[in-house]
């Protein structure tokens, strides 16, 4: 007999509802749950695919420890000893372990409630992330603007009549700091309503293609827009701050002023967007009309990624739409981690780079490669990964592919030998997706509705093998022990959820959330940010000196020629997940999606030809690719999608090394980063392009 479990995906932040049907351990079927509160029935072709994840012959299902180059099985305790005692004799030997949670553990709320047992008995303050190679210049707006690193308006897309979308492409990421599941049903939805949706990207995305208008804009030249757009406001006496005067700061007077010098020219020209588009942008979001302006990776991983999202704050308050129905409103969810989890931080630590950013704790991963390079006492030497690719995921992967040999102890927290877990001593697995419960601990505070939708385990967890909490649990555990320490008991992830959803104001249990399949519904948001905020003086810091400071030094780079070169920009596909779906067959089908799209005139220039194999080089490197060409990128862009790049040597992955394709990242240049946040540049990375070979 079948059983359908209803259960929320985790693969991405939309965290949509799923129909899971299985018959004893066999999975017959995964489809949309129409009636989930929040997706409404939505699904991506991921989400079928959690079937494959959990099948997949390539899934290691015990700890593997390297010996003389290879592969060993051995026991979860013998490695837990080994390596709290390889780290004791390293820790007592001066050697200074490191940390780099990636992307995966953000969607798996048991991790998040051990792994800070675990960093401490390690012995470490700061950890690196994926998030600095993604979207910490977010967290030091929030910090800043709103007191909190977490507290994040999104906009209320049911409610709104003019939407801006710049330098996201949620129809194939599916929404990011927005939980927004069923997207292009919700733009239909808009549009049908008379709503308009507006896209600002180097390509025609397929967010572009949904959209009433698209604009080509130069990569890593939005921040020229943004002034022009709330120059354009405030020149045309549009500003609108009444809704929320009474929360905002003294500050919001040293605005004006300071974009006041900037030239609309100068801007559109630098930009590439005409001052009548940008004035009209800026006029329907000032209209008499819920709107809003949102950015994503586009505007957030380049050299001024914190401005940038500073300046769209400031938009969406100067034209009216900050804490407003259909505007942008900040969540309130049924789990609020906002009053649960500290302000968290802004500070700068001494790298081997010199000065810089580590916000909430996370380090800048552009500057890891050097740190286990360094020659001096300060080499990291032991290496911990959870849950993280960073070889094909940073700048530079090849530089850090190599420093990882270097390292004394290396231990991943995957479920695959990867690129990055090949470099690993011993590698702990996790149990299988399907095994595991699920509760959007990060997301519905991002989300577009106040909800709660909790997920039990649909099967058990196999005899021998353990959950990811469990495992970065027991090694705390056995490293305090080895080292002395106090061990403390382990507090089980769903007693931790039910505490905080039962602290929380909405004040649900676990067992009522549980009892709703489907989720709850909280309601639409609401206008709240008063009550929200939590700077010290409950007001909002319209404009702290660093963003002012920052807007300066974009006034000076406005005047420095820009070089004539092609900018390459990365994609996302809505059949891969950043490094790590690859190995599903049925999301691998269909045509090599790992090409360089090249407009074409510039494909003409070059001598090259669709199906050509062209020559890419940055200055960190080059890769062969095969040449797409299309007028969807815009002249001078090139465009190649990140997490391909699996030929490596040593790397267990059958499906995805059938297509290895190669990586984006063996091109970007961790060199560059956004100075207010340590963030990468991932975008507009300056590359040339040359003919190797013509199939013709
Ligand atoms: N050039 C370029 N680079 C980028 C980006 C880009 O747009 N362009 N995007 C950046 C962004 S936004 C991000 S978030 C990062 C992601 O960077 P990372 O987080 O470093 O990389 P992922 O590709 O997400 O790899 C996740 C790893 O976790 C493993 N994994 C998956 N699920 C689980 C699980 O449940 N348990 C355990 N133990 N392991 C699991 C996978 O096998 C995989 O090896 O990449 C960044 N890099
Ligand atoms: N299918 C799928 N979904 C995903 C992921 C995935 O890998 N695959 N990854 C997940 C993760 S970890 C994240 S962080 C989110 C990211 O979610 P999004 O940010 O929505 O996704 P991206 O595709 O990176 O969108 C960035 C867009 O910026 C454009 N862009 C590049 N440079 C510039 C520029 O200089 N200016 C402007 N205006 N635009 C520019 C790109 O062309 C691209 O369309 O997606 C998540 N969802
Ligand atoms: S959109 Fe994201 S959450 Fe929804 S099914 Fe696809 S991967 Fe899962
Ligand atoms: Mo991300």
Redesign the pocket.
Known sequence: MSQVHARTCH????NCGLLVEVEGRDILSIRGNPDHVLSRGHI?P?GTAIADLQDDPDRLHKPLKKVDGAWQEIGWETAFQEIATKLKDLKQAGAKPAMYMG?PS?HDYGISTQVSTLRRAIGLKNIYS?STL??IPHHVVQYRMYGHVSLAPVPDIDRCQYLV??????A???????TVPDFKKRVKEMQARDGKLIV????R????KLADAHHF??????TA?LIGILKSVFDNGLADIARIQDIMDDSWSAIEPAIAGFDMDQLAAYCGISVEDIQDIATQLAADQPAAIY????????EFGTLNQWLIQVINIATGNLDREGGTMVAEPALDTINLVGRGSVRTVETVRGEMPVIMGELPTITLADELLREDEERIRSLFVITGNPVLSSPDGAKLDRALEKLDLMVSFDMYVTETSCHADYILPPCGPLEKDHYPFFFGPLAIRNYASYSPAIFDIPEGEKADWEIIAELAREILATDGQDVPNIREPRDVLDNMLQSSPAGLTLAEVEAAPNGIDLGALRPCMADRLMTEDKQIQCAHPDFLAELERFGSALHNEQPDSL?L???????????W?HNSRRLAKGPNRCTLMIHPDDAASQGLENGDIATVTSRVNSVDIVVEVTDD?MAG?V?I???FGHGREGVKLAVAQENPGVSINDLTDPEAFDPLSGNAV???IPVTVKAVASVH
Request: aromatic share 2%; hydrophobic share 35%.
């Open positions: 693969i991405c932040e939309a991506c991921k992307n953000a994926a993604d979207q979308i710049i330098g996201g492409n949620p194939a990421s599916n929404g990011s700091i927005w600002v990207d180097p390509r995305t397929e967010t572009a804009v130069k990569p890593g030249t939005d827009l950015g994503r990776m586009g505007v957030s991983v380049c900018r920009i990365g994609r996302r596909h809505v059949r891969q997940n950043n490094s779906l990128v862009v465009s999608p990140h997490g991932l975008n507009a």
